[in-house]
């Protein structure tokens, strides 16, 4: 084996620059990302997703619906809608709203499922508007 000489160091081939201390910055250490844990958080993330997701499904779920704007109603309106702005209505004294309220669900024959419903309006409604004294000519100018 051969010693190494000090004089004769610079005949051999380095495989790498000298070290030199104080003059290059050190590396710095690079984050990893610790891969025994990304099971557990991926499933742990999906569990907190799905609950997030499920409680605002039940609350919108359970929200009371908004009323239905009953200077909006057309023939294209849904049947509880007429119904709610028929009973409304039905609570108004006047004669005009009476007499909406009655033109909202007359049409519906016995068979349909919200008559049981609209009877009572209809009986009310006509009653009131039956009970209000007639406009004299006279009055009417």
Not at 44 to 54: A, D, F, K, N
Not at 66 to 91: H, V, Y
């Amino acid at each position: 084996m051969m010693a190494l000489d000090p004089q004769r160091s610079h005949f051999m081939a380095r495989s790498s620059p000298p070290l030199i201390t104080g003059l290059t910055a050190p590396r710095p250490k690079r984050w990893r990302i610790p891969w025994g844990w990304a099971w557990p958080v991926f499933w742990s993330s999906l569990m907190v997703g799905s609950g997030v997701v499920g409680i605002w499904a039940l609350a919108w779920l359970t929200r009371i619906p908004p009323l239905p704007d009953c200077q909006e109603i057309n023939r294209f309106s849904s049947d509880n809608e007429r119904l709610i702005c028929a009973e409304t209505q039905m609570q108004s004294a006047s004669a005009q709203e009476l007499a909406n309220a009655i033109e909202l669900t007359a049409g519906w024959p016995e068979a349909h499922p919200l008559y049981q419903d609209a009877f009572p309006i209809l009986t009310t409604a006509s009653q009131r508007l039956l009970q209000r004294p007639a406009k004299r000519p006279t009055e009417a100018i």
